[in-house]
C-alpha cells in the first residue's frame, strides 16, 4: 500500500507559479512511476505530466508544456509539480499518482495507475 498525500495548491494571479509536491509513504517509492493529473469542473481528469522512477523519462501533455517541470527525490519520497507561467484554465483540482513500475516504463493514463492521492485545489485568477 502507498499512501500519497499532495499539498502546494492554492490561489495564484495568472502568470504566476505555484509549486505542488507528493509526499508518498508505505511501499519502496524508487520503484513507483509517479504522475500528475488535474481535473476541471465539468471535465474529465487528464494527466498533465509523469515521470517514471528513475526520473530519467518524463512525460507533459500539449497545454502544460514549457511551463510544467516534473521532478522527484527519491531520498525524500517526494514528487514536485513545478508550475509556472500560470494560466486560468490550469484551475483544476490536482492529483498525485502512483504505481509500481520496477523496470522503468512511464504512465500517463488513468486506469493504469494504482494509488492516488486526495487532491490539491490550483485556481488561477485572470
Known amino acids: 500500500q502507498v499512501q500519497l498525500v499532495e499539498s502546494g495548491g492554492g490561489l495564484v494571479q495568472a502568470g504566476g507559479s505555484l509549486r505542488l509536491s507528493c509526499a508518498a509513504s508505505?511501499?519502496?517509492?524508487?520503484?513507483?512511476?509517479m504522475g500528475w493529473f488535474r481535473q476541471a469542473p465539468g471535465k474529465e481528469r487528464e494527466c498533465v505530466a509523469a515521470?517514471?522512477?528513475?526520473?530519467?523519462?518524463?512525460y507533459y501533455a500539449d497545454s502544460v508544456k514549457g511551463r510544467f517541470t516534473i521532478i522527484r527525490d527519491n531520498a525524500k519520497n517526494t514528487v514536485y509539480l513545478q508550475m509556472n507561467s500560470l494560466k486560468p484554465e490550469d484551475k483544476a483540482i490536482y492529483y498525485c499518482?502512483?504505481?509500481?513500475?520496477?523496470?522503468?516504463?512511464?504512465?500517463?493514463?488513468?486506469?493504469?495507475?494504482?494509488?492516488w492521492g486526495q487532491g490539491t485545489q490550483v485556481t488561477v485568477s485572470s
Open positions: 508505505g511501499r519502496t517509492f524508487s520503484n513507483y512511476a
Open positions: 499518482a502512483a504505481r509500481s513500475s520496477p523496470y522503468g516504463t512511464i504512465y500517463y493514463r488513468i486506469f493504469e495507475y494504482t494509488y
Open positions: 515521470i517514471n522512477w528513475l526520473g530519467g523519462v518524463t
